[in-house]
């Protein structure tokens, strides 16, 4: 039964690639590798999309806490350059100022809900509590 789910999937993924390749090479790539990502998970993955610098390192840390509060999910952080950032915002809708966005997915790749404009605290970071951060499921 197993390897006949990962044939599917397999190709339920590429066949969507294919679709999308020539529409946007950036959605193409942004969801390969989130459905290469929720290949490997148990219940989805969580997407954090970010700037890169100090930014990101808030961002990981973000990523970290969601990864604690729910188990089963896998992590896929997305620090990229502007353009390539710039691309993907558009694919997601995502208004300026927006980043860093936690987007949770599930296994077949449909998103169940986002936080933009994330951001630890300094106190949540010190005492390492979780972040409060609300998705929809």
Not at 32 to 54: C, D, F, H, Q, Y
Not at 112 to 135: E, W, Y
């Amino acid at each position: 039964m197993q390897p006949i789910k990962t044939v599917l999937g397999t190709l339920f993924v590429m066949t969507a690639l294919g679709a999308n390749a020539h529409a946007d090479p950036a959605a193409a790539d942004f969801k390969s590798s989130v459905m290469a990502k929720a290949a490997e998970s148990e219940k989805g993955v969580i997407v954090v999309l970010s700037k890169r610098g100090g930014i990101a390192a808030d961002a990981a840390y973000l990523l970290v806490l969601q990864l604690k509060q729910n188990p089963g999910f896998v992590p896929l952080l997305m620090a990229e350059e502007p353009e390539k950032l710039e691309g993907y915002m558009k694919i997601l809708s995502l208004p300026n100022g927006s980043l860093p966005a936690v987007i949770f997915f599930n296994k077949s790749g449909k998103e169940l809900g986002r936080v933009i404009g994330a951001q630890p605290t300094a106190f949540m970071k010190r005492l390492d509590m979780p972040a409060r951060l609300s998705a929809t499921y």
